[in-house]
């Protein structure tokens, strides 16, 4: 995939708050924090905030809709991704020496394979603005449906359709997937958390502005 920067890679004109389109939605914004496969916060992550393209806000609130019907609530743990923050994984993957979060995130994987296997990629989707990693929540208990394997974790017993988890597991995966597709999304064959809207205003675009919501109102 070629790299095409434009004019409009620090504008974020085309984006908007999550939290001001889905007022009800939950975040937890990993990468803000440092309980994640690195260990530390994210370089660009200034707030810990949700930012998403118009459009696929517009197509999550949907899928929103459709969920809340059912007791569930979408929980999202990202969306857009800066540039910075891409350059800061793979500088993470040159340390051989830091595995400081393996047990957590990657212990059954050699840190490479987390780039080889495709669980990190050079150049994100996140960072196009209209990809979102997110899971689902029931309302009653306020707990997130069991998935079989929580975000984030790389190996294969994460992806969509692998016969390891249990029914239930496979099934709450399938009512996200689902929604998600009906609503305009496409899964990634790794994650079942991960979904990128199918018509993406910025396909060949790759944002480099911090995720913040001051930055929105510049």
């Not at 070629?2 to 389109?21: C, E, N, R």
């Not at 340390?95 to 050079?122: T, V």
């Not at 496409?186 to 502005?209: I, K, S």
Request: glycine letters at 6%.
């Amino acid at each position: 995939m070629s790299l095409i920067y434009t004019k409009s890679v620090m504008d974020p004109s085309g984006f908007v708050l999550l939290a001001d389109h889905i007022p009800h939605i939950v975040q937890e914004i990993r990468y803000y924090s440092t309980y994640n496969f690195i260990g530390e916060r994210i370089d660009g992550y200034e707030e810990p905030c949700a930012l998403l393209t118009k459009e696929a806000a517009r197509a999550l609130k949907s899928v929103s809709n459709e969920m809340m019907v059912r007791g569930l609530r979408l929980k999202v743990f990202d969306a857009y991704r800066p540039v910075c923050a891409v350059k800061h994984f793979v500088l993470w993957g040159i340390e051989d020496q830091d595995i400081r979060m393996k047990p957590y995130f990657y212990p059954e994987l050699d840190k490479q394979d987390l780039f080889s296997k495709g669980y990190i990629a050079k150049l994100s989707s996140h960072s196009r603005g209209s990809t979102v990693d997110l899971t689902l929540l029931d309302m009653q208990t306020g707990r997130e449906l069991d998935m079989g394997s929580p975000f984030d974790y790389f190996g294969e017993i994460s992806h969509p359709d692998c016969t390891r988890v249990t029914e239930e597991q496979y099934e709450n995966r399938m009512i996200l997937q689902k929604a998600m597709v009906r609503n305009g999304f496409r899964p990634l064959d790794c994650e079942w958390w991960h979904f990128t809207l199918e018509d993406e205003p910025y396909p060949n675009t790759y944002f480099e502005f911090p995720v913040s919501s001051e930055y929105l109102k510049r």
